[in-house]
């Protein structure tokens, strides 16, 4: 199971986050001994697979007042001017920068 395979795989302090259903009768074990000792944090989620639509349904209509990049401090740069993201995101102009690629359209012609 991978969730278990997982579990040794963590860093001290690191988080599993296991999210989804699983069929009931399935058992996950592990050591606790090893949970302890590298203080890992295991998070579930009760998601429920039928509250997807609702949910694209909520983000849509949210989107106009509380999702534009501007709201949320984002800002799109070229490649080219990556210097200025960093400097931004230093000053704390911006909370994200997204670099977009340019001329792709060039690396295709072969």
Known sequence: MATQQAIPLL???GKLLIF???PADKQLSFN????????ITILTSRINPFCFP????LVNNMA???LSFEQLGVKVFSM???QEAI????KGEITKALL????LGECNNV
């Open 11 to 13: 860093r001290h302090g």
């Open 20 to 22: 989804g259903c699983c």
């Open 32 to 39: 606790p001994h090893d949970a302890w000792m590298k203080e």
């Open 54 to 57: 609702k949910a694209i349904g």
């Open 64 to 66: 106009a007042d509380y």
């Open 80 to 82: 080219h001017d990556y």
């Open 87 to 90: 400097e931004m995101l230093k």
């Open 100 to 103: 977009e690629p340019s001329g």
